[in-house]
């Protein structure tokens, strides 16, 4: 479903924005990628490891650690988005400037949903993980589709924040993870 609806927008967009905004976009979204891939890895470590607390019944360390992991991945995405805030200043085009904007909003939104669903499905709520698949898959192109006439390259990056947004609220809606922020410096090291 995101496939083919990914697809009708990409094709969609091809006729409304011209060569030089799709390529404002391409650059905008090389942004997103290069600072998505920045991370402590704790919150992969953790996955690894909370599995395994749960099925020796012991619930109460494995939400310690993905407490723990999940404050030093919050704390850590400050870095990547400050790096994609001031790199904005250095545009003097307003399309670039306020494009990057909108992509630190949609780093740290898509971060958050990110790491709350990992947490969801190592708990196995997997019903709770499809339906926020399916919501993304549906609300980003809706909103890109219908920002895009009078948008043009900002409607192309809203799509994703504006889900991602959307998905976290459904999380918290439905039960959560029980996060409390919890900085742990050797926990986080080990």
Known sequence: LAALA?????????????????????????????????????????????????????PEDARKVQNISLSAELVFSIVPTAVVVAAAFFYTEPVMRWGLLIIAVCFIAMRLSGLWANMIFIRERFNTVAIVSIIAAVVGPAVVLAALPSLKVYAMVLGAPVAAIIAMVYYFANGGIGFRFTFDRREIIR
């Open 6 to 58: 990914g697809l009708g927008v990409t094709l969609y967009a091809a006729t409304i924005l011209d060569p030089e905004e799709y390529g404002t976009y391409g650059l905008l979204i090389l942004w997103l990628t290069y600072v998505s891939l920045v991370t402590p890895g704790t919150s992969i470590a953790a996955s690894r490891e909370i599995p395994i607390l749960l099925g020796k019944g012991q």
